[in-house]
């Protein structure tokens, strides 16, 4: 019998009113995509607004709020989220990224603005033990996982990743964000007995 121990776990979700955030982008790379180059240190190519600071993140976060409040309840990580930093991808024929992790950082996520499945391919994960596990002969030490346009995926900060180059004339185009949690601080307050009840007080 084999059981894998410590798996790594990675969150899928759907930005349900996705047409404006899409529209918004594809007017962001039309006025922007000859100003700015590959940050210094990218093995890659592709446009990106990372540390520029420049993508308007307001128009986002009404969307995201939604996920975010759904991913920390299906995580079970109650706390203050502070989103820290968003960036947009932009990926033209023969654009690509490298693999790469996201640190400092806690949480990161992708957002699939402009994604077709049946043309490209969506993040591609690599196993934390990947030199290990081809040492021991095991040949599939990587993971794509299937999403469609409008989904949005959170994975933790240290898990290494890529953009597999883009083989199409279709635009490839996501949002990049980091986020972190911070502790919940009981700030006082009414004791109120309820909240101590668990399924109706049946213990
Ligand atoms: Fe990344």
Not at 131 to 160: H, K, R, Y
Request: charged share 25%; net charge negative; aromatic share 14%.
């Amino acid at each position: 019998m084999k059981v894998d121990i410590f798996p790594t776990k990675i969150f899928r979700y759907h930005i349900e009113d996705h047409a404006p955030i899409k529209e918004r982008v594809e007017q962001y790379y039309e006025e922007h995509k000859l100003e700015t180059s590959t940050p210094e240190g990218w093995n890659c190519n592709l446009f990106t607004t990372f540390g520029t600071k420049m993508f308007p993140i307001v128009e986002c976060m009404e969307e995201f709020g939604h996920v975010f409040d759904e991913f920390q309840d299906e995580a079970r990580i109650p706390g203050n989220l502070l989103l820290t930093d968003l960036w947009l991808n932009c990926y033209d024929r023969t654009n690509w990224q490298d693999k790469h992790i996201h640190a400092p950082g806690q949480w990161s996520g992708v957002y699939y603005v402009h994604f077709d499945p049946n043309e490209h391919k969506g993040t591609q994960f690599y196993h934390p033990n990947e030199t290990l596990l081809a040492c021991q002969g095991e040949e599939q030490n990587t993971i794509i996982p299937w999403v469609t346009e409008g989904d949005l995926i959170i994975f933790p900060a240290w898990l290494e990743h890529s953009a597999p180059m883009n083989k199409s004339s279709k635009l490839r185009s996501t949002i990049s964000f980091n986020f972190l949690i911070t502790e919940e601080v009981y700030e006082g307050g009414e004791f109120d007995p309820e909240k101590l009840i668990v399924d109706g007080g049946v213990s």
